[in-house]
């Protein structure tokens, strides 16, 4: 699980429902993403014939589609060892470049913590 004392509550949160899209859905990635007013909207990997996107991409996008206009936080849950620079850039275009990016194992050990600038 996440170290209690690397992260607060409300990332520990959005850590947890990642991991447990990652779980559910079986797929290689879980993200989730808290917008401006605390809502948080959480998605797996997306792999259609006409439609690929990570985790992260689709969590941003949901956020978007529910009227989100930025984002406080995102977390990815993958055996990568970094957020791409793909994931980063969708999470910089909604929350801006200071957006922290948290990367959790499928543990849901928290990995690093980046800013999506």
Same mark, same amino acid.
């Given at each position: ?11 520990? @949160? ?7 899209? &990652? ?8 993200? *989730?993403? &808290?917008?401006?007013? /605390? &809502? ?7 792999? %259609?014939?006409?439609? @690929? ?9 949901? *956020?978007? *589609?529910? /009227?989100?206009?930025? %984002? ?19 999470? &910089?275009?909604? /929350? ?22």
């Amino acid at each position: 699980m996440t170290d209690d004392n690397a992260l607060g509550a409300e990332d520990r @949160k959005i850590v947890t429902l990642a991991r447990s899209v &990652r779980a559910r859905n079986a797929v290689p990635e879980g993200a *989730a993403v &808290r917008d401006e007013t /605390g &809502r948080t909207y959480a998605a797996g990997t997306v792999t %259609l014939e006409s439609l @690929k996107l990570s985790a992260l991409q689709t969590a941003v996008a949901m *956020a978007v *589609a529910s /009227g989100a206009t930025s %984002l406080e936080a995102a977390a990815v849950v993958s055996q990568a060892d970094a957020a791409s620079d793909a994931d980063r850039a969708a999470v &910089r275009d909604l /929350g801006g470049p200071e957006t922290p990016v948290l990367l959790a194992g499928p543990d849901g050990t928290l990995r690093s913590t980046v800013t999506a600038g």
